[in-house]
């Protein structure tokens, strides 16, 4: 085991292929070699196992168990001082098939898209330790790099999880969004419909608009191939064919049955300081959104990460007069750290443009957008 290992990617022109390239070569100093089924094919197989002593696998979630198999039998030994992973969305069909191998063995599932951050940090990532020894004080470091907030499961376990946390709410809000395009334009479209917007509505529609965004052989893949979807939606459809009946019903033993199944037994299950909790984290969001509506804004790009860079940016503000309704940090698509700041809607519009002109005449930062100016 090398503590300074060469990374071999099956799957390197991925979205998370990309990034885990960057991240082991920028935040690990380590030599990465890749091999794409569908695209770069500088290495053969063959070669690929032999010129490295960390495989990970990131390729589509259909096609990485046949994937592995195909590389144990190529492999034929050769990588038996070796450690593969896998990162997918499905746990025990991959773990499974690694474990053919003579390989140690580790499922890796973040949590998440490819980050545009270098990192995962505030993001969970599943383990699933399948057979692991001398690999691991070098696994361990790697996830120390990674700044995930790691949780330990067995591949089973991850995939029973993994039915409620991926394939309900990704089954939800599909078909959230073939209800609205079906019923929608009778009520004057998407466009018609936003300025009646709740939060919930909002919350909803933003999770609905990601998985649009999204690659769909993904979302089909979290469905199809996870065992424990099937007998989940079972579950859902029930619960919302009882819903059904009940509306249907309309009268007042309809109406306390709704209560009982689907608000109160729930209510009691979450628990009283759950339920808190979530409502208050509710409210923090809806503030949230309603930051992210003020009509008078400035977005702005520090080009200088270090301590004092935003106090710089804030004391433009306070010189001019000018008052913040709030701040908030994002990252924009190119992996940029910005900073959107609301300002008074009455704010002086010619203060507010001298403070722009300072931003950037100061070298403080870089105005990306601006509203209401």
Known sequence: MKMTPTVGLVGSQGSYGRW???FFEQRMGLRVLGRDPGGETALSERALI???DVLVFCAPIRQTPSLIRQYVEIAAGAERDQLWLDITSIKAAPVAAMLTSQ???VGLHPMSAAPKASTLRGRAM????ARLDAWRPWLESFLVASEADCVRADAEQHDRVMALVQGMVHATHMAQGAVLRELAPDVGGLAGIHPFRSVGYELDVAVTRRILAGNP???QDIQFENPYVAPMLERLTAHLDTLRDLVRSGDDAARHQLREKLLTHSRAYVGEEA??????AFERLGYLLADLHEPCFISVFLPLDRPGSLRALLSV???????????HSSRSADGELLFRIGVERHCDATAL?????AIEQEGIGRIVDAAGV
């Open 126 to 129: 599943v383990v699933c330790e």
């Open 103 to 105: 390989a140690e063995v």
């Open 20 to 22: 885990l390239r960057q």
């Open 353 to 357: 443009r001298d403070a722009m002109t």
């Open 217 to 219: 052989a993904i979302y």
């Open 275 to 280: 339920v808190a909790e979530g409502s208050y």
């Open 50 to 52: 032999e010129a490295v």
């Open 317 to 327: 503000f306070e010189q001019r007069g000018i008052n913040l309704d709030s701040i």
